[in-house]
């Protein structure tokens, strides 16, 4: 006579938290959401959210050798530079405009606000705006190396923007947004 007790197993419980967590990560990962929409007569009303984990790991499974070049020589040069301008832009105050041009067809502006970097540019055929988090992006790439130019330099940069809205396009046939949350 064998002295069975009803329950789970070992193996069951294993399994069911593994599942657990695969359906419960994403929804504590960043997101990345891209929405597109188009007017008539071709109307498009797309949204595509992804986490950032998942697009992580679905490169780390793709050979690195097809994605990653390396970086122009004149970058590397320009490193100190670069980190020492970023520098700059992080510690300056809010309300600072860096750049301001005006064409006849077109405005551009760079500015900070509310701790990030603004890219506005505003033409006759649409409207750009790019935002992101000077200090994030500071960090970003103080911790790259400098070397080769990639799909996970492009990923620790989106990471480190924050929540919000990183991109808008506002333009006649279509508008789209790229938002990190």
Do not use: Y
């Amino acid at each position: 006579m064998t002295n069975r007790q009803r329950g789970a197993s070992t193996l069951d419980v294993v399994v069911l938290a593994a599942l657990l967590a695969l359906l419960v990560a994403p929804l504590f990962m960043g997101w990345l959401v891209v929405d597109v929409r188009t007017p008539a007569p071709d109307r498009v009303n797309l949204k595509i959210p992804v986490p950032l984990g998942l697009i992580r790991l679905g490169l780390a499974l793709a050979p690195d050798r097809e994605m990653t070049v390396e970086a122009p020589a004149e970058l590397r040069r320009q490193k100190d530079v670069a980190l020492a301008v970023l520098k700059a832009l992080d510690d300056s105050p809010d309300g600072t405009t860096f750049v301001r041009v005006t064409s006849p067809d077109a405005r551009v502006r760079i500015a900070k606000e509310g701790g990030r970097l603004v890219v506005d540019v505003d033409a006759d055929d649409a409207r750009v705006r790019c935002n992101l988090r000077a200090d994030a992006l500071h960090r970003a790439l103080a911790r790259w190396d400098w070397q080769h130019v990639g799909p996970d330099l492009a990923l620790d940069l989106l990471s480190a923007v924050g929540p919000g809205q990183l991109v808008s396009v506002d333009a006649d046939d279509a508008r789209v947004r790229v938002s990190v949350f």
